[in-house]
């Protein structure tokens, strides 16, 4: 089951955005990153969409507000190595 979870967010989430990324490289910049923050499902590791609740505040723990720096100063400064 892990091997067929696997391609298929292979299948329906990373190669769309690798798609789109080998698309536009050459169009204008274009970024993305994998959240590796929120594993608390073992089974599942981080999922579609695990870091929306770290962005927002909705849980405030630690990681949220390191999360939130690193949009910020993303956004600021277009720089993928910045850190708050």
């Known amino acids: ?7 298929l967010g292979d299948f329906l989430f990373q190669a ?5 990324l080998s698309y536009s490289k050459n169009k204008q910049p274009s ?16 999922f579609h969409a695990s870091d929306i609740p770290f962005v927002f505040g ?10 939130q720096s690193r949009w910020i100063a993303f956004a600021n400064t277009l720089n993928r190595k910045c850190l708050p």
């Not at 089951?1 to 391609?7: C, V």
């Not at 769309?16 to 789109?20: Q, V």
């Open 58 to 67: 909705i849980l405030p723990m630690q990681p949220a507000a390191e999360m």
């Open 1 to 7: 089951s892990k091997r067929i979870s696997a391609m």
């Open 31 to 46: 970024w993305s990153y994998t959240s590796r923050v929120f594993k608390l499902i073992p089974f599942a590791g981080s």
């Open 16 to 20: 769309s955005r690798r798609r789109l």
